[in-house]
């Protein structure tokens, strides 16, 4: 098996390689089943992986020495175990879906940016499996970088349009703000235990002082904000919306913003010591699922509500694992990808259906004509404000129970949330499928279901978006039938010792869980009454509606506190200090030099007799300075 697992990473990026190198002269059908079938190899090898692990345990497999400086060593190493091979199933199984869902999606590119999408998109894939198999921080920033830089060539996919590479430059750069963090952690690790492995820092952590320990976590921390992103790093994903619809499926379920979970995850030891960074995570996790949650309530471009929906969401995982539920972190992980990859490829299908139309406000009725479009996204809406027994239930019950144990106003904030977030869904429901069609004749008389390659992953995520959750059964509904929680038990074993877990008696959690599902269901008939019959509002919103429609103006306060006054300073810079310094003095040396030899060229007239006379005039000043030089001469020997 530990052959094995080097194929996982390996066929993507070999279809990455063909399709990249053969964009050209590679049909779209061979340039499809290539890139799809890199990644279904990989998902097989993954459930075998899996079951594996299951019998076996995990294990560390050396592929070579990757940086070797006297005793310092850095192997490329994979680890292969409970944690790891839960995220591959993740990567591959709902990456695959999105790489079927882009073959009929992106049909109309020309063939070689349909294979440069697919070798994009391979490569993406590739890049988040080396994250999470790499057996050290080394190989996991490498992959970190790498999706990175995926997301940055795919938001920016459609480079034509400059408002796609803004989004694409601002992912990028508030991105390496984050890696940065990353980055110093890495670094203190290695200078203060020389290693970065996990085995090596794991059984090492006691070596830390509680100052060490309390720094590198929150440096780790400030690069899951940046990737996962969290307030103050989180504006790039919303913005991220410019790429194709499946990137967004890929970049807000199967990668990237999935990756801060797994860093803090898999460094849970490190978090469990250090209760004043977990505080801070906790705090900002629950600070940015409300947050985000205010913005998706007024907007209106059906990909932006299920982006801050995903910011949202990742504040919740934070949450979890801020409380030390890293078992519920993970379980929201897995169900969020069911969920919300099942509501972006939908959103999808009625952007693909609409012509490209994006505003909700002129959709409606869409249910008449897309059937299973419609009631996959009904399910995944379901899911998502966490209806029992949908999947969404099970694991955000899980983390808000955890949290209320911990600090119950941590669960009574955490509630307001996911009463939003149903809110918003079903607002964004109703005004896609319910009511009269409010879009044009020409895009009523197109409107009609997307083909059987949209279709199907859409059926699939919806199996698993209601089922999923059934792999968390909490103690309240079973003894003893939480799945997902004795898998990863050996991955927590340490953290769940260190930690002091309380627990709710039966009578509250069954109080609480009815309670809330009681307050889902009366916010979702309230907003699809409200929608369900909308028509466009002349007047324009006011007062708190619109400083949510324009998100709190975050963008702006950004722009102007740092944006605008950098631009100014390298404008400055530019202008003032390279062109008129810099330049001035290499161009005015030059342009001093052109003068003169304009000057000197006067002198070549071609007449004799001005060359006589430049002769002449020449004798006689060195008749006079000789003539001076031999007075100057006697006045001195008279003097001596």
């Not at 989004?167 to 690790?189: E, P, S, T």
């Not at 000197?600 to 006689?620: D, K, P, T």
């Amino acid at each position: 098996m530990n052959k094995l697992a080097l194929l996982v990473p390996l066929f993507p990026l070999i279809g990455f390689l063909v399709n990249g190198l053969g964009r050209k002269s590679l049909s779209k059908s061979a340039i499809s089943v290539i890139g799809c079938g890199a990644i279904l190899a990989s998902f097989a090898i993954s459930v075998m992986l899996f079951f594996d692990v299951k019998t076996n345990g995990g294990t560390v497999t050396t592929l070579f020495s990757f940086i070797s400086a006297d005793s310092f060593q850095v192997p490329f190493a994979f680890q292969i175990d409970q944690l790891s091979v839960i995220f591959l199933l993740i990567i591959t199984g709902i990456g695959f879906l999105i790489h079927l869902y882009s073959s009929a999606y992106m049909h109309e590119e020309e063939p070689q940016h349909f294979g440069r999408y697919f070798a994009y998109l391979n490569l993406f894939v590739f890049s988040m499996l080396l994250l999470v198999m790499g057996a050290n921080y080394v190989i996991m920033f490498i992959g970190w970088e790498g999706v990175g830089l995926c997301s940055y060539l795919l938001i920016g996919f459609w480079f034509k349009n400059d408002n796609y590479n803004y989004a694409a430059k601002k992912a990028f750069v508030m991105n390496r703000i984050g890696d940065l963090g990353f980055l110093l952690a890495v670094f203190w690790l290695l200078f203060k235990l020389g290693s970065a492995s996990y085995s090596d820092v794991f059984a090492n952590v006691s070596n830390l002082s509680s100052g060490d320990i309390t720094a590198i976590t929150i440096l780790l921390f400030v690069g899951a904000m940046g990737k996962s992103a969290q307030i103050p790093l989180y504006t790039w994903l919303p913005d991220a919306m410019a790429g194709p619809t499946p990137v967004s499926a890929l970049i807000h379920a199967a990668t990237m913003v999935t990756a801060g979970i797994y860093m803090i995850a898999r460094s849970n030891i490190l978090y469990t010591m250090a209760p004043a960074t977990q505080t801070l995570v906790a705090i900002v996790g629950l600070a940015t699922a409300i947050f985000a949650a205010t913005i998706a309530l007024k907007q209106n471009d059906i990909k932006k509500v299920l982006a801050y929906s995903t910011v949202s969401q990742l504040g919740y995982m934070f949450l979890g694992l801020g409380v030390g539920a890293y078992t519920g972190a993970v379980f929201h992980v897995m169900t969020h990808a069911f969920f919300k990859a099942l509501l972006f490829l939908g959103a999808g299908s009625v952007i693909h259906a609409m012509h490209h139309e994006q505003d909700i406000r002129r959709m409606g009725g869409l249910r008449r004509y897309m059937p299973i479009t419609h009631i996959t996204f009904l399910l995944a809406c379901l899911a998502i404000a966490g209806i029992p027994p949908f999947s969404g239930f099970f694991s955000k019950d899980e983390i808000l129970t955890a949290a209320y144990t911990q600090n119950p106003l941590y669960y009574y904030i955490g509630v307001a949330g996911a009463l939003m977030t149903a809110f918003y869904m079903f607002r964004l429901y109703a005004l896609t499928f319910l009511g009269g069609f409010r879009g044009t004749h020409e895009q009523e008389h197109h409107l009609h279901e997307s083909p059987w390659q949209m279709t199907l992953p859409l059926i699939v995520l919806a199996v698993l978006s209601t089922l999923g959750g059934f792999l968390g059964i909490p103690e309240v509904f079973a003894a003893d039938a939480h799945s997902l929680d004795h898998f990863l038990q050996p991955i927590f074993a340490e953290s769940t010792r260190l930690a002091e877990h309380q627990h709710l008696g039966t009578s509250q959690e069954w109080l609480m869980m009815g309670g809330t599902t009681l307050a889902i269901v009366i916010v979702i008939l309230l907003a699809v009454r409200r929608y369900r019959n909308y028509r466009a509002a002349e007047t324009e919103n006011t007062g708190v509606s619109k400083l949510l429609e324009h998100k709190w103006y975050v963008d702006e306060l950004y722009d102007a506190l740092i944006v605008n006054p950098l631009n100014a300073l390298a404008g400055f810079f530019k202008n003032i200090v390279e062109k008129s310094g810099i330049d001035g003095l290499v161009n005015g040396a030059g342009r001093l030099v052109g003068y003169g030899s304009r000057q000197l060229r006067l002198l070549q007239s071609g007449q004799v007799g001005n060359y006589i006379l430049v002769m002449v005039l020449a004798m006689v000043v060195f008749i006079l300075i000789w003539f001076n030089d031999q007075n100057i001469m006697r006045f001195i020997s008279k003097i001596f």
